[in-house]
Every structure is written in C-alpha cells, then in structure tokens.
T-cell receptor, first 113, second 115 residues
C-alpha cells in the first residue's frame, strides 16, 4: 500500500544552519504530497505541498520538490531560525484504499540560538 | 473564528466512563478525520468519514466509535474509557480534489486524560 518513510528525529541545529529532512514515498499513481508542521501546543498545519511531479512547494523559506524518479519529497531550508522549532510531518499519500494511513512520529526540530 | 473547532479542549475522566469529543467545521468539506497523538507513536488515524453516510475505520479504531451528525459535525466516543486512551486527539477535514485527498485542516486538539 501507499506509505512514506520520514527521517527520524530529533534534529538539533544552530540558528542559520541548513536544514534537510528526508521523506520518500511509495504510491500508486502520482498523488499530491504534503509537509505539515506542528508548533508547540498546536494542531498540525500545512507547511507546503506539491501536486505533481517536478513541482516545488515553498512557504516560509522552506522548499520541497516532488521528485518522481527518486520518489522523494525532501524538506529543505537554507537558514533556519529559532521560530522554526517544531515537529515536521511528511504526510502520507492518498487515503484511498489505505485504511492504515498514518502520519507517523514526525521529525522534531530544535533550533539553538 | 477557527475553521475547525473541537470541544472540550481538555478533559480528565475516570476509567469506565463514557466520553464524547466533538468536532465542528465551517469549511464545507465532506471529509473528516479523527486522529490520536501519543509521544513516540506519532499521529494515528482512528476513523474517517468521506461524507455523512460513509464512515470508515482507521488504523486504531478498537475502543472508539464515531457519529457523523451532519456535514459539519463529526463526534468521537469512548464508550468505556481506559487509561491507555490518554492522548491528544485531533479532528481534521479535507477536500477531495482531482481524485486525491487535498490539504487537511486540523483542529486545536483535545487533551484527554483517563485516570
């Protein structure tokens, strides 16, 4: 069935460091792919998405490119800030036909000043 | 006003009690979901509903039931709460766009503690 594999955390970086959080997927067809972020004490919210192969989603300085050839959707940011400290989730592909869908544990990111 | 609201936001109850968590949305979405989040286990799907007449079990439905009273309302019930149901519960909604699940919109969560 469809699934994602996301880099385990936690990840700790210094402010202004470069960030990569890896995410690979298996899916039938070419679903939209999503990254969500959960700030402390809040629910998940969409960070960015890409709806087709080679699309690049971007928001708040974060980027991810939907790469069909490597089935990847890695999250990157060139210079992280303390305010980026949160848990990041690579969302699984479409629910259709997959009742065992789960977001998994996410990757906890901590940025040190 | 928030698009997806959950009540209550916090609840402490005792083993064996019946509990209902409620979710309402103003986004007009047909699809609604209930998740629970546990430290170290992540976010797992309990139930989901594609419309008022279509309700499906998720990964961890045992011990839970749901009711889709209207397009805007999706309730989660614990018929007889047990301590290992202590968790953070999230409701979410989404559209169905071009044959795929689109962005999910999450509520603020309900922190449930079962003593």
């Amino acid at each position: 069935g469809d699934s994602v594999t996301q880099m385990e955390g936690p990840v700790t970086l210094s402010e202004e460091a470069f960030l990569t959080i890896n995410c690979t997927y298996t899916a039938t067809g070419y679903p939209s792919l999503f990254w969500y972020v959960q700030y402390p004490g809040e629910g998940l919210q969409l960070l960015l998405k890409a709806t087709k192969a080679d699309d690049k989603g971007s928001n708040k300085g974060f980027e991810a490119t939907y790469r069909k050839e490597t089935t990847s959707f890695h999250l990157e940011k060139g210079s992280v800030q303390v305010s980026d400290s949160a848990v990041y989730f690579c969302a699984p592909p479409d629910l259709f036909g997959n009742e065992k869908l789960t977001f998994g544990t996410g990757t906890r990111l901590t940025i040190i000043p | 006003d928030a698009d997806v609201t959950q009540t209550p936001r916090n609840r402490i109850t005792k083993t064996g009690k019946r509990i209902m968590l409620e979710c309402s949305q103003t986004k007009g979405h047909d699809r609604m979901y209930w998740y629970r989040q546990d430290p170290g286990l992540g976010l797992r799907l309990i139930y989901y509903s594609f419309d008022v007449k279509d309700i499906n079990k998720g990964e961890i439905s045992d011990g839970y039931s749901v009711s889709r009273q209207a397009q805007a309302k999706f309730s989660l019930s614990l018929e007889s709460a047990i301590p290992n149901q202590t968790a953070l519960y999230f409701c979410a909604t989404s559209e169905w766009t071009s044959g795929h699940t689109d962005t999910q919109y999450f509520g603020p969560g309900t922190r449930l503690t079962v003593l």
